[in-house]
């Protein structure tokens, strides 16, 4: 099987339309559309014209799904089951971050309460 690189080089631009992703990824428009419909995590933008506008998140996404189905072999239910379980990981870990960050922000609240209230149990003295 054909070794392509992981990392794609994505032009700086907002939005990309069907036949640019197309291009980048080395595949039909047709398979674009197809695993729109198969993954739910692509989902283009659609401009007053309706036609599809990818945004970088979408063909980073693209890029990935190409490189587990004709990479790695994975099947689509397979890729799709491993980017849910990915996904839901990446999620619980930002939680997890932000729970840290809420506790030490509480941490730091509380201490500076405290040094003032010695402040001012002292200057009372």
């Known amino acids: ?3 392509e690189p992981d990392l794609l080089d994505i032009p700086d631009k907002k939005y990309f339309r069907i036949g640019e992703v197309s ?3 080395g595949v039909d428009p047709h398979v674009l559309r197809y695993w729109e419909s198969e993954f739910a995590s692509i989902k ?10 990818y945004r970088h998140k979408d063909v980073r ?7 587990l189905l004709r990479v790695q072999g994975y099947t689509i239910s397979g890729a799709r089951e491993l980017l849910t379980r990915t996904d839901s990981s990446k999620q619980e870990l930002e939680e997890k971050k932000m729970n ?6 509480l941490t730091f609240i509380k201490n500076e309460l ?3 209230q010695r402040k001012l149990s002292n200057s009372d003295d």
């Open 44 to 53: 283009p933008y659609r401009g007053k014209s309706k036609q599809r506008l």
């Open 61 to 67: 996404k693209l890029h990935q799904i190409k490189q």
């Open 1 to 3: 099987m054909k070794q």
């Open 23 to 25: 291009e980048l990824l």
């Open 100 to 105: 840290r960050n809420e506790y030490e922000r």
């Open 114 to 116: 405290y040094s003032l």
